[in-house]
């Protein structure tokens, strides 16, 4: 067990860096004078003079990159404007657009970016899973059929048209939500409720119904096994029967996928927090983006890969845990 | 088809009628060619300890006439005609009735006991089941313990430990004792084993027969075994059915159909297994067609 | 139970894509008129085909649309918005009439149906390109991985794997903004591409993998058939419905993946219409002028939906059809 993990441990490290090492690359070696980029609109010369003394842009690359690693693991001090800033480990650099630090800027959106994420995981988690068995159990019929194009349908629709399309009929046509803030679920509770509504519903939409979809095939396919067989020869009861012998083995595949979607959401909703204007870290990105912030798309790029990777190897070693057969191997 | 569903109480064990006994059995199915039978107007009867075997090719029918006695067919299937176990017609009865009899009066045992076992649970969770969920007021200490006596029973060493044991973590010869630990835990009165032999490497058939026999004589329940291999029941039978195409071919006392085969397809059945004190030649084969009988279709 | 992913959403990618859950199971392909007969007959297959068929149509005669529509994808018509009401358009439905078939754009003026006319071209050219170069590449890499295993298959697994670690949707932002902006298309080709083909080669290689141990794969061996002359007689052929199908439900997620993008604004450099870039522009008018959006929305929508549709109904009859023969 010790070495699985460790093998793992090792080849996430690995990942990781090379993802740093790459998207590091990308920006400084592809912008034609990376100091211009990072400082933006209203730019000033002496600024541009601070950026390429902070971040050593004129330094050979390699010594630029271990820099910033270097930052990550025992932080780095900027100067700006005469002042120094600390940036504690893990330093994910500093937006000289904004006057921040990056790390500060994540944190601050991070509690949305959760909100939503979990939100819409627990609505699709709930939604397609139970929309999947009951196509499994009425297989063929019309409840199955409706749910096969409903699901066809959710997939199709991108979700900034579902965004839009669901914003003008229940904000500005009738009226019965308020347009999503980001509201503090502390602060008050009911509204905090119907204005994440709309995001959890456009985020959860396209998930739940690969679920359903999931869910469906994968107890259709439990149903048919022997082992099914033989509970029912044992004269089970139904309710036995169908807990732990058909949904257990049916559903368990899915709990892992569902680990390493949530993990990729965590790197941030981009779209969905764009189209309702919600400050997550998704939301960060695409701004970054717009604005050529390239600290900030460095930082918020690396942390999506780290929770994407550090999603696979949670879901790996529950994996490990959940199948006996994988816990302790096959043996004759 | 009689509707009398008089419930099943213990077996009286008195000699009074067959255990088990099949009138005019027919299961068909609905096909899109339209509705076939599998089988066909099947008659037999086991007497109480008595064992009996079912013989045929696959696609004779014979596993459907297990599952039909169960009522565990698959969907699209239909049983007619009379199964009287103990008295009470199976044929008909409620769910909830045919749920009290299965695992519990009559338990079956199944070819592949790798995947007739569930993966993710241990093998003595599985084996309890069938007690806690048959008798009530049981508690799962008990359970247990009737899990290790059946795992015993069928000469699992190191039954205490083993029971928390995974199916995977077993051999072939291993997880087909533990079914049959699995359909002895309630003391049946009726053993239905189909193929129980086929999965698994030739030394070990022959002690699963053995425990099979050495369970009959022991509890006294009824045997019925199901099977392509003339050997397998020559072995353990006194009686036996030869099934092919759904239809009965012949039927009698094992040692008068083995010595004297009225049917041609007993005959051509019985010449196709090489014999030891065969004159040394050329292995005879011959060819034995089975009738399509819709089986494409399915 | 395998799970694969062919098509990258413009949101994180759902893990599993479960339209493609069955694996399908390679075996000799069925005769090929009952299947184009099974094609033909059924309305799934038949309607989406069509609707397909009049975008690429539309897409390809775009130029002569615009021509017989009376207005190009970059005319200002300054007469079909009010500028006293902030520029929206003018008449109901955002200004359709005769001389707009679609309408106009608020605060441009400019028609859409010629925009979703030129939009077409860009969704069609990156998707289909994409997923000719996702298609080789997957099936090359997964045949080399499946087959010859040993170093080749671990190097290429890792590198699979690596690819599909990374947040592909935000690394792809981030290559495109840093990149200057000519040559758009291509680029999002080469983007798209880069992290959709691991996706199929997953599902390539392990196909690959249980069809070498097949008897036919043996026969040939133990025949003295060289490498390459098993890959192209004996596996490929095996493969080919696995193929079609894949590619078939690549190119829904990469209209989406390129729309999604240009959502964004890191796709196609206006003025050059994009579906996606429509909506974008279309976002702070949904109020007063939802057609703004619900078109090139109801396009996108329609687009992907007949794809993912006729994926599955393609799946559907090969599957079926291989059962039966």
């Known amino acids: 067990m010790i070495r699985i993990v460790g093998s793992r441990l090792l080849g996430m490290l690995v990942v990781l860096f090379l993802v740093t090492l790459f998207t590091y690359a990308i920006f400084f070696l592809l912008s034609a004078d990376p100091a211009v980029q990072i400082c933006g609109k209203n730019c000033t010369p002496e600024r541009i003079e601070q950026i390429r003394l902070n971040l050593g842009l004129d330094q050979p690359f390699w010594t630029q990159f271990w820099g910033y690693v270097g930052g990550l693991f025992t932080g780095r001090t900027f100067t700006?404007?005469?002042?120094?800033?600390e940036c504690a480990a893990p330093c994910l650099g500093y937006s000289f657009q904004t006057s921040q630090l990056v790390g500060d800027m994540i944190v601050q959106r991070l509690p949305i970016t959760a909100t939503i994420a979990v939100g819409a995981a627990v609505l699709w988690l709930l939604g397609?899973?139970?929309a999947g068995v009951l196509s499994a159990v009425k297989e063929g019929r019309f409840l199955d059929r409706f749910f096969a194009g409903l699901t066809l349908g959710s997939m199709s629709i991108p979700n900034y048209v579902l965004a839009l399309a669901l914003q003008f009929i229940f904000v500005v046509a009738l009226g019965w939500l308020p347009f999503p803030q980001a509201v503090k679920f502390t602060d008050d509770p009911g509204q905090w409720f119907l204005n994440f509504i709309l995001p959890w519903v456009v985020l959860a939409v396209g998930y739940a119904a690969v679920y359903t979809r999931l869910t469906r095939a994968n107890v259709i396919d439990t149903l048919q096994e022997n082992f099914v067989r033989t509970a029912r020869a044992k004269g089970l009861q139904p309710g036995l029967v169908w807990r732990r012998h058909a949904l257990r083995p049916a559903l368990t595949p899915i709990?892992?996928?569902?680990?390493?979607?949530?993990?990729?959401?965590?790197?941030?909703?981009?779209?969905?927090?764009?189209?309702?204007?919600?400050?997550?870290v998704g939301k960060l990105t695409a701004d970054s983006i717009t604005a050529n912030d390239q600290p900030v798309i460095m930082a918020v790029t690396l942390l999506s890969a780290f929770f994407v990777i550090i999603g696979n190897m949670v879901v790996d070693l529950l994996y490990t845990a959940i199948d006996p057969r994988v816990r302790t191997g096959a043996s004759a | 088809m009689s509707e009398s569903t008089s419930t099943p109480g213990a077996v009286s064990g008195e000699g009074s009628g067959p255990l088990l006994s099949v009138r005019d059995l027919t299961v068909s199915f609905r096909t899109a060619q339209g509705p076939t039978s599998v089988v066909k107007n099947l008659e037999f009867d086991v007497p109480r300890g008595g064992a009996l075997g079912i013989v045929g090719e696959s696609g004779s029918g014979k596993s459907m006439t297990s599952l039909a006695i169960l009522g565990l067919l698959p969907k699209g299937g239909t049983a007619t005609g009379s199964v009287r176990f103990d008295g009470a017609e199976l044929i008909g009865m409620s769910e909830r009735e045919k749920r009290r009899v299965r695992g519990d009066r009559i338990a079956m045992i199944f070819q592949d006991p790798l995947s007739s076992l569930n993966p993710y649970y241990k093998v003595g969770t599985q084996i309890a089941e069938a007690y806690l969920s048959h008798r009530s007021g049981v508690s799962r200490k008990q359970a247990r313990t009737v899990a290790i006596e059946a795992m015993e029973r069928v000469h699992i060493r190191d039954a205490a430990r083993r029971v928390d044991h995974y199916p995977h973590q077993f051999s072939g010869g291993m997880r087909q004792r533990i079914m049959i630990a699995m359909a002895l835990s309630m003391e049946p009165d009726l053993i239905?084993?189909?193929?129980?032999?086929?999965?698994?490497?030739?030394?070990?058939?022959?002690?699963?027969?053995?425990?099979?026999?050495?369970?009959?004589?022991?509890?006294?329940?009824?045997?019925?075994?199901?099977?392509?291999?003339?050997?397998?029941?020559?072995?353990?039978?006194?009686q036996i059915v030869v099934m092919r195409a759904g239809e009965t071919v012949e039927r009698g006392a094992?040692?008068?159909?083995f010595s004297d085969p009225q049917a041609d397809y007993t005959r051509r059945l019985l010449d196709a297994v090489p014999r030891i004190d065969d004159a040394i030649g050329v292995l005879r084969t011959t060819a034995i067609t089975v009738p399509d009988n819709g089986r494409s279709a399915r | 139970m395998t799970f694969s992913s062919t098509s990258l959403e413009a949101e994180a990618t759902p893990a599993g894509d479960s339209s493609l859950h069955e694996t399908l199971e390679s075996s000799p392909p069925a005769s090929g008129r009952r299947l184009l007969r099974a094609f033909l007959t059924d309305w799934g297959a038949m309607l989406s085909s069509a609707y397909i068929l009049l975008i690429i149509l539309m897409a390809i005669f775009a130029p002569l649309l615009t021509m017989l529509s009376g207005w190009g994808p970059y005319e200002f018509d300054q007469a079909a918005i009010d500028p006293n009401l902030g520029a929206i358009p003018i008449g109901p439905f955002g200004g359709i009439s005769a001389e707009h078939w679609f309408g106009v754009e608020p605060g441009s003026g400019r028609d859409i149906f010629a925009r979703i006319a030129y939009g077409a071209r860009v969704s069609m050219t990156v998707a289909l390109s994409a997923t000719l170069l996702t298609t080789v590449i997957g099936v090359v890499m997964g045949l080399l991985a499946g087959y010859f295993g040993g170093l080749v298959d671990l190097v290429i697994s890792r590198v699979m794997e690596f690819l599909m670690a990374f947040p592909a949707l935000i690394f792809m932002i981030a290559i495109l903004s840093a990149l200057p902006a000519d040559n758009r298309v291509f680029l999002l080709v080469v983007v798209i591409s880069l992290?959709?083909?691991?996706?199929?080669?997953?599902?390539v290689r392990s196909q690959t993998l249980s069809l070498k141990e097949r008897e036919f794969v043996e026969a040939a061996k133990a025949s003295g058939a060289s490498s390459r002359r098993i890959i192209f007689r004996e596996i490929l052929p095996n493969l080919q419905s696995t193929i079609i199908v894949m590619a078939t439900l690549a190119v829904p997620g990469y209209i989406g993946t390129e729309a999604g993008l240009s959502f964004l604004g890191v796709g196609v450099v206006p003025p050059t219409p994009s579906w996606g870039q429509m909506i974008a522009a279309a976002t702070p008018w949904y109020a007063v002028d939802p057609m703004y959006f619900v078109i090139p929305g109801a396009?996108?929508?329609l687009l992907v939906l007949s794809f993912t549709t006729l994926g599955d109904r393609i799946r559907t009859i090969a599957t079926s059809g291989e059962a039966r023969s």
């Open chain 3, 195 to 203: 992290f959709g083909w691991p996706y199929l080669a997953r599902i």
């Open chain 1, 80 to 85: 700006v404007a005469g002042a120094a800033v």
């Open chain 2, 192 to 238: 239905i084993a189909d193929e129980p032999t086929t999965a698994l490497d030739v030394t070990v058939q022959a002690q699963i027969l053995d425990l099979l026999d050495e369970i009959r004589t022991e509890t006294g329940a009824g045997l019925i075994l199901i099977t392509h291999d003339l050997a397998v029941v020559s072995e353990v039978t006194d």
């Open chain 2, 254 to 257: 094992v040692e008068q159909v």
């Open chain 1, 128 to 130: 397609g899973v139970v």
């Open chain 3, 299 to 301: 396009f996108l929508f």
């Open chain 1, 255 to 280: 709990v892992t996928i569902f680990g390493m979607d949530v993990a990729g959401l965590l790197g941030g909703a981009v779209i969905t927090e764009t189209v309702f204007g919600l400050n997550g």
